[in-house]
C-alpha cells in the first residue's frame, strides 16, 4: 500500500513516501481504508523523536483516522465492512484497575496510534473494532478525522477534570490550535463565557466566529493582566492550558480563588515554574489530563455528529503532500485541524 513516514527520526525531509505491505486485522480489529488522517503536534515530536519512544521503522505517523471498514477480523461483530468509520486512536490493555475503573488513558499500556504503532499517513490501517465509531450518511471524512484526538482531550479536560458549568469563565490559551479549537465549543456549549488568547487578529476573529466571547491579543497585553482588568480583579474560574513552560505562571495568576488550571500538554517545555505561595493562599487547583477514555470519546462524538461541535479544519493536503502539510502545522500557521486526504 501507499504510505509516508521516515526510516529514522529527524527533520521534515526524513517523511518520505513508502510502498509497505497492508497490515492485516486482527480477530478483534476491523482493516480500515484511510478516506482522511488528520495531523497532530504529536506527529512532529514522534517524527523528532520522543525519550523512551522505541519505533519499529520505517514509521507510519497519524493519529486521526477516518475511512471505509475494508475487512474484518474473525470476532468482530461489528462495524460491518462497508461503515464509514472514525476511530479513537487510544489502545490500553482492559483489564487493569484503571481500565476497570473505565480509565483508559490512566492503563499503564496506554498507547496512541501514529505515536507507538503504525498510524494512518497510509492507505490502510488496522484498529481494535471497539475504537471506531460510525459516521451519519451525511458526515464527511475530514470532518470526522478532525475531531477524535482535539475533542476527547478537550472534553475530558474541561468536562470530567475541570467540571465546568454553566456561568463560569473559561480562558482558553492560543486560540488556533486543535485543542483550543474544540475546547472553545466545548466551553461555550456547556454555558461558560469563553475567554480566547492569541497574537493574531486573524485567529481571534476566527475564534469569535466558533464561540470565543472575550478576545484577548497577548501582543498588546501580557493576557493575564487583561483577564485581570475584564474580570474585575476576580480572574477566571478556569484555564485550559497547554502552552508549558512559556505561559504557566500567567496563567495561574489568570485564575480565581479556588479556580482550576488544566493542563494538557507543555508544547514550548516542561520546567513550568511558579509562586507556590500565591497558589496555596489563593487555593487553586492544578489539575493534570490527557487524551479521553472510551466513553469520553463516544460522548464528544455524539455531539460531533449532532454538529453541536463542528471541527474546525484549516486545509486539507493529498498524503503525498505530508511534507507540506507537517511544514504549515510546524510553523503554527494554521487555525483548527490540518487533514491528510487519502484517494
Ligand atoms: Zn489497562
Redesign the pocket.
Known amino acids: 500500500m501507499r504510505a509516508v513516514g521516515f526510516h529514522e527520526h529527524g527533520g521534515l525531509d526524513k517523511l518520505v513516501p513508502l510502498d509497505v505491505p497492508s497490515p492485516k486485522a486482527a480477530a478483534h480489529e476491523v482493516l480500515v481504508r484511510v478516506k482522511a488522517c488528520a495531523l497532530n503536534h504529536l506527529d512532529l515530536w514522534v517524527r523528532e523523536g520522543l525519550p523512551g519512544l522505541k519505533l519499529t521503522f520505517p514509521h507510519i505517523p497519524g493519529c486521526d483516522v477516518a475511512g471505509e471498514v475494508a475487512a474484518v477480523g474473525p470476532d468482530v461483530r461489528e462495524p460491518a465492512v462497508g461503515a464509514r468509520v472514525a476511530v479513537n486512536p487510544g489502545r490500553?490493555?482492559?483489564?487493569?484497575?484503571?481500565?476497570?475503573r473505565g480509565e483508559?488513558p490512566?492503563?499503564?499500556?496506554?498507547r496512541i496510534m501514529g505515536e507507538h504503532f503504525p498510524g494512518g499517513y497510509a492507505e490502510y490501517v488496522a484498529v481494535p473494532a471497539a475504537n471506531c465509531v460510525e459516521l451519519p450518511t451525511d458526515f464527511e471524512f475530514v470532518d470526522a478525522a478532525a475531531a477524535p484526538l482535539v475533542y476527547q482531550t478537550a472534553w475530558r479536560a474541561l468536562i470530567k477534570r475541570a467540571r465546568i458549568r454553566p456561568g463560569e469563565d473559561v480562558l482558553i490559551l492560543g486560540a488556533g490550535s486543535g485543542v483550543s479549537t474544540a475546547a472553545i465549543q466545548i466551553a461555550k456549549y456547556a454555558g461558560c463565557t469563553v475567554f480566547a488568547t492569541s497574537s493574531s487578529e486573524e485567529k481571534l476573529r476566527r475564534a469569535k466566529e466558533i464561540g470565543a466571547d472575550v478576545l484577548i491579543n497577548y501582543r498588546e497585553m501580557e493576557f493575564e493582566k487583561a483577564v485581570w482588568e475584564l474580570t474585575g480583579k476576580r480572574g477566571v474560574d478556569v484555564v485550559l492550558e497547554h502552552v508549558g513552560e512559556a505561559t504557566f505562571e500567567k496563567s495561574t495568576r489568570a485564575l480565581a480563588k479556588s479556580g482550576r488550571l488544566v493542563f494538557v500538554g507543555a508544547t514550548t517545555g516542561p520546567a513550568a515554574k511558579f509562586d507556590l505561595r500565591r497558589a496555596f493562599w489563593r487555593q487553586v487547583n492544578l489539575m493534570g489530563s490527557t487524551m479521553g477514555s472510551q466513553t469520553d470519546f463516544e460522548d464528544v462524538m455524539k455531539l460531533v455528529f449532532r454538529r453541536k461541535l463542528r471541527p474546525v479544519v484549516d486545509r486539507t493536503f493529498p498524503l503525498e503532500q505530508a511534507r507540506d502539510a507537517q511544514e504549515r502545522l510546524a510553523k503554527g500557521e494554521q487555525f483548527g485541524k490540518i487533514v491528510l486526504t487519502v484517494d
Open positions: 490500553w490493555c482492559g483489564t487493569c484497575e484503571w481500565c476497570v483508559h490512566l492503563c499503564p499500556e496506554y
